[in-house]
Every structure is written in C-alpha cells, then in structure tokens.
T-cell receptor
Framework: SQKIEQNSEALNIQEGKTATLTCNYTNYSPAYLQWYRQDPGRGPVFLLLIRENEKEKRKERLKVTFDTTLKQSLFHITASQPADSATYLCALGGRDDKIIFGKGTRLHILP | NAGVTQTPKFQVLKTGQSMTLQCAQDMNHNSMYWYRQDPGMGLRLIYYSASEGTTDKGEVPNGYNVSRLNKREFSLRLESAAPSQTSVYFC???????????????FGPGTRLTVL
C-alpha cells in the first residue's frame, strides 16, 4: 500500500538556522507533492506545490525539492524564526483527485 | 469570502448516537473532502467528492456516510457513533483544473468530536 514517511515527529532548530524536513514515499508515483503548515487547533494551510517534472520550487524563505528517483522531497526554511514553529505536513497527489498526507513533523524554532 | 466553514466546532456524543457534520465552501470549488486527524496518525481521507453528485471512498470510510448536497455543501454523517470515531474532522475543498487538479486544498477550522 502507499506509504508516506516524514523523517521525524519533532525537530528543534536554533533561530536563524535552516530547518530541513524530509518526506519519503513508497509504492506510489505522485503527479505532484504539496507542503502544508498546521498550527495547533487549526486546519492545515497550503505552502508550496511541486510537480513530478520539477526539481525545485522557492517561495520567499521556503524551498522544496522533489526527487522522483529517490522518492523523496526536502522542505527547507531558511533564516528560521520562532514564528515558523508549527507542524508541517507533506501530501502527495495523483490523477485520481485524492491526496494522501504524511503524519507531519513538529518544528520548534528555539530563540 | 468565508472560505470553508464547518459546523459544529465541538460535539460530544454518546455511543450509538447519530449526527451530521456540515461543511460549506463559497469559492465555487468542484472537489470537496472529509478527513479525520488523530494523534500520531496524521490526516486520513474518509470520503471525497470530485463534483456535485459524485462521492468516493477514501482510506477510512467505514462507519461514515456522506452527501454532496450541492456544489457548496458536503456533509458527513455518523449513523451510530463509536468511541473509535473520537477525532478532529476537517473538511477541505479545491478547484479542479483540466483533467486533474494540481491545486491546493483549502481547509476548514475543524470539528472536535468526542464519543463517550
């Protein structure tokens, strides 16, 4: 069955450093991959989307890479700030309108 | 625009009771989704609707039914609630583009359901 793994449940990063989150998947050939942010008590909010034929996408301090050979996506937040502390979700989508989510990584940016 | 709205925000049920979770979106989106989120399990898809009049099962459909009432509204019904259905339920929607959608999902604020 399809499986998505996000590298760790929680990650502590010092303010100002780059936070890198990992998303690995198996038994799936996604057409695209998305990253969402979720704050406690709220619904997820979309951040970035990358398609299967794209290697890298950037948006302000965010960067996503997508390696379909390794079946892996990396999500980077540069110059991290305490306000970046949240849970980050990786999601894969295909051509059938379904999206599958990973369990998420809780990111803590330490001041 | 209100985006995606869900009612109620909180609900406590006794085992065996039934209830309907309501979801509406005002963005003219084609697709709508119901997820549940449990600690350590992430978001799991219950049902989705690619367009008005169609619904499909997701990963965890057992114990639930859905209705796509019109383009705006997608409801989730628990006919006989069980403690295992204690969870946070999220509704989401997105716009379809072409043969399939690359677009992001917009989520509602969630319904926190406890079944005793």
């Amino acid at each position: 069955s399809q499986k998505i793994e996000q590298n760790s449940e929680a990650l502590n990063i010092q303010e100002g450093k780059t936070a890198t989150l990992t998303c690995n998947y198996t038994n799936y050939s996604p057409a695209y991959l998305q990253w969402y942010r979720q704050d406690p008590g709220r619904g997820p909010v979309f951040l970035l989307l990358i398609r299967e034929n794209e290697k890298e996408k950037r948006k302000e301090r965010l960067k996503v890479t997508f390696d379909t050979t390794l079946k892996q996506s990396l999500f980077h937040i540069t110059a991290s700030q305490p306000a970046d502390s949240a849970t980050y979700l990786c999601a894969l989508g295909g051509r059938d309108d379904k999206i599958i989510f990973g369990k998420g990584t809780r990111l803590h940016i330490l001041p | 625009n209100a985006g995606v709205t869900q009612t109620p925000k909180f609900q406590v049920l006794k085992t065996g009771q039934s209830m309907t979770l309501q979801c509406a979106q005002d963005m003219n989106h084609n697709s709508m989704y119901w997820y549940r989120q449990d600690p350590g399990m992430g978001l799991r898809l219950i049902y989705y609707s690619a367009s008005e009049g169609t619904t499909d099962k997701g990963e965890v459909p057992n114990g639930y039914n859905v209705s796509r009432l019109n383009k705006r509204e997608f409801s989730l019904r628990l006919e006989s609630a069980a403690p295992s259905q204690t969870s946070v339920y999220f509704c989401a929607s997105r716009r379809l583009e072409g043969d399939f959608s690359y677009n992001e999902q917009f989520f509602g604020p969630g319904t926190r359901l406890t079944v005793l």
